[in-house]
T-cell receptor, first 114, second 112 residues
């Protein structure tokens, strides 16, 4: 068990550029989640996959955000036309099917939009 | 909107002292998780509690879930500098019990 991994760990981009983040969950976990965390706040739920199906998207996820999990394994989160307000830590988590609340987080991707 | 209030927000103590942090909500949760987060890293899961009144111990850490499953506490005995970090509670709810709602956290500093 190697845990949840995320890539890249840090991303600096200019406003208006597109960025894509990758998450590799714990291999036997069916469920995968994306959260966003800003300074001084706890993580906020963005979206959730069970296998390859995206089952819920938060209202925080504007049309510029899209997430995929094409084969039910790794997931990608893309942000188009980035804005300074997108600067945050993007966290991925996974959980086993029978204990959905028991979520294991990756190290996160720190996004800075200049 | 479900909210989790954590208190205190900041706590600075000396090595060897005991402390308790609290997590309160007006909502009922199907499970409650405690995490510890270090700067620049993702939260690390410490414990999951699911039954009202449940108490779990992890070495010097004791976690309690309220009888009504609306609140929780974390007690640390004889704190050590290695306990320093941001402690987050997160409740799971919803039809599929998958969406975690986090508190803002308690930032603990244990001074040697």
């Amino acid at each position: 068990d190697t845990g949840v991994s995320q890539d890249p760990r840090h991303k600096i981009t200019k406003r208006g550029q597109n960025v894509t983040f990758r998450c590799d969950p714990i291999s036997e976990h069916n469920r995968l989640y994306w959260y966003r965390q800003t300074l001084g706040q706890g993580p906020e739920f963005l979206t959730y996959f069970q296998n390859e199906a995206q089952l819920e998207k938060s209202r925080l996820l504007s049309d510029r955000f899209s997430a995929e999990r094409p084969k039910g394994s790794f997931s990608t989160l893309e942000i188009q036309r980035t804005e300074q307000g997108d600067s945050a830590m993007y966290l991925c988590a996974s959980s086993p099917l029978l204990s959905p609340g028991e979520q294991f987080f990756g190290p996160g991707t720190r996004l800075t939009v200049l | 909107t479900q909210l989790l209030e954590q208190s205190p927000q900041f706590l600075s103590i000396q090595e060897g002292e005991n402390l308790t942090v609290y997590c309160n909500s007006s909502s009922v949760f199907s499970s409650l998780q405690w995490y510890r987060q270090e700067p620049g890293e993702g939260p690390v899961l410490l414990v999951t509690v699911v039954t009202g009144g449940e108490v779990k111990k992890l070495k010097r850490l004791t976690f309690q879930f309220g009888d009504a499953r609306k609140d929780s506490s974390l007690h640390i005995t004889a704190a050590q500098p290695g306990d320093t970090g941001l402690y987050l509670c997160a409740g799971a709810s919803g039809g599929s019990n998958y969406k975690l709602t986090f508190g803002k956290g308690t930032l603990l500093t244990v001074n040697p």
